[in-house]
């Protein structure tokens, strides 16, 4: 059996603590004073297609703005309808293929409630070169930002 170092026990512990300890000071004042917690976010702001899964959102505190991110998931089959969903109801740019992928550029937009949120969507590594065989790639991805602090 290999021992763990004590550097590494100590890392170990100190995440074991944030993630059990619900009113740990460091994640406590990062998050306190922000108006919206990390979640479905497009289901809060009543903006997700039917056919799209929220996989999880995460905490990025490294990050500048420390943005909050939720990840969506959508079969390649019904990635054409959610395209055209967010074009219309948020302004999503059209999806372009670049390299080994179907990608749009960050697109920001406004909830009704005045938060700004920033949309991209990308598709897993292809060779489907024509938007008419999305059907042959399994999975795109729709990422989903809002920033916790001001620049």
């Known amino acids: 059996m290999k021992l763990v170092s004590p550097l590494v026990a100590a890392c170990l512990f100190s995440c074991l603590v944030l993630v059990l300890v619900p009113d740990t000071p460091a994640l406590t004042r990062t998050l306190e004073s922000f108006p ?71 697109r920001q937009f406004k909830d009704a409630k005045g938060r700004e949120f920033s949309i991209t969507m990308v598709s897993e590594p292809t060779t489907v070169t024509s938007r008419t065989a999305w059907r042959g790639i399994s999975t795109f991805e729709v990422v989903v930002e809002t920033f916790t602090e001001d620049f």
């Open 36 to 106: 919206i917690g990390c979640g479905d976010f497009l289901a809060e702001i009543r903006k997700k297609p039917a056919h799209l899964s929220y996989i999880g959102c995460s905490y990025l505190p490294d990050r500048q703005g420390k943005p909050l991110r939720a990840i969506y998931h959508v079969s390649g089959r019904f990635a054409a309808i959610t395209e055209g969903y967010f074009i219309k109801s948020i302004g999503l740019n059209r999806l372009q293929r670049s390299c080994c992928q179907w990608d749009s550029a960050a």
